[in-house]
């Protein structure tokens, strides 16, 4: 069974600095992988997937992650966070044959003044 | 684009009362589409897989006859909450799969929620 763990349920940065968010999944072999962010009431917006290739990707807003295999982790990563940047940050990871999703528990960002 | 919508945005709904919330893909068609529970400040919980023109497949634990789902185009899910009780009241998230997308159908695309209250 695939599953993903989230280990900081919140996080708080100062805006301007760096965030990295954690993200570790369990799936026997590699598996597709997301960054979701919600704001309150909201959906989910994607912010970067990764599918194979290159294990740095670019995403939206600035965001960027990277996979690592041998630690079977996604950590997401922008250099300098914005006031809007304070959201939900979910991420997923979905199977390479079943295709359901399965999302870690989230980190709250806070985003200091 | 791969926009999906979803109808009404908010509800509130009697206790005992059916309410019925539509999932539309608007500019693709989807053969899956997914439907999630999310309590407050917690993940998304999927409750079932949609699939056109077949019944849905729901995880364990959902009471398939309480959440009705049925996908009879492939732009349009609904998810029918029968007999509605205020423990249902919840956050309800579609997601939608391109049809023929390969690889690529690994992505969902995201339904921007209906907040659902039951007094």
């Known amino acids: 069974a695939q599953s993903v763990t989230q280990p900081d349920i919140h996080i708080t940065v100062s805006e301007g600095a760096s965030l990295e968010l954690r993200c570790n999944y369990s799936y026997g072999a590699t598996p597709y992988l997301f960054w979701y962010v919600q704001s309150p009431g909201q959906g989910l917006q994607l912010l970067l997937k990764?599918?194979?290739?290159?294990?740095l990707v670019q995403g939206i807003k600035g965001f960027e992650a990277e996979f690592k295999r041998s630690q079977s982790s996604f950590n997401l990563r922008k250099p300098s966070v914005h006031w809007s940047d304070a959201a939900e940050y979910f991420c997923?990871?979905?199977?390479?044959?079943?295709?359901?999703?399965?999302f870690g528990d989230g980190t709250t960002l806070t985003v200091k003044p | 684009g791969a926009v999906v919508s979803q109808h009404p945005s908010w509800v509130i709904c009697k206790s005992g009362t059916s309410v019925k919330i539509e999932c539309r893909s608007l500019?693709?068609?989807?053969?899956?589409m997914f439907w999630y529970r999310q309590f407050p400040k917690q993940s998304l919980m999927l409750m079932a897989t949609?699939?056109?023109?077949?019944?849905?497949?729901?995880e364990q634990g959902v009471e398939k006859d309480k959440f009705l789902i049925n996908h009879a185009s492939l732009t349009l899910s609904t998810l029918t909450v029968t007999s509605a009780h205020p423990e249902d009241s919840s956050f309800y998230i579609c997601?939608?799969?391109?049809?023929?997308?390969?690889?690529?159908?690994?992505?969902?695309?995201f339904g921007p929620g209906t907040r659902l209250t039951v007094t």
């Open positions: 997923a990871v979905v199977g390479t044959n079943a295709g359901k999703s399965t």
């Open positions: 997601s939608a799969r391109k049809s023929n997308s390969g690889r690529g159908g690994a992505e969902q695309y």
């Open positions: 990764y599918f194979s290739g290159d294990t």
């Open positions: 500019d693709f068609q989807a053969t899956t």
């Open positions: 949609s699939n056109e023109g077949s019944k849905a497949t729901y």
